[in-house]
């Protein structure tokens, strides 16, 4: 047997829920970040739009994130509390 390979999508969800956790570079601001910072400066997985919205969609399934909208419009992704190592 070889080893039992990881789905891509389940993968990239892992690296940018690790991401989001551990603070997000600093771009993580009352526990939400626009979700094209996570285009922009997320882990390079995730840098492509379609790729971002698998990881967010399996996250969200998974109750580590919820997506929203700002003031403003913008379309954030906020970080379950639970889960953020840094406040």
């Known amino acids: 047997f070889g080893e039992?390979?990881?789905p891509e999508h389940v993968a990239n969800a892992r690296a940018l829920s690790q991401w989001l956790s551990d603070g997000a570079g600093g771009h993580l601001q009352?526990?939400?970040i626009?979700?094209?910072?996570?285009?922009q400066q997320g882990p390079r997985i995730v840098r492509?739009?379609?790729e971002r919205d698998e990881a967010?969609?399996?996250?969200t399934d998974l109750n580590h994130v919820r997506r929203g909208q700002d003031v403003k419009g913008a379309v954030?992704?906020?970080v379950n509390p639970k889960l953020r190592?840094?406040?």
């Not at 626009?34 to 285009?39: A, D, E, Q, T, W």
């Open 56 to 59: 967010v969609e399996l996250l």
């Open 76 to 78: 954030m992704v906020y």
């Open 48 to 50: 492509k739009k379609l």
């Open 34 to 39: 626009r979700s094209n910072m996570i285009l």
């Open 4 to 6: 039992l390979a990881e």
């Open 85 to 87: 190592s840094t406040v």
């Open 30 to 32: 009352d526990g939400a």
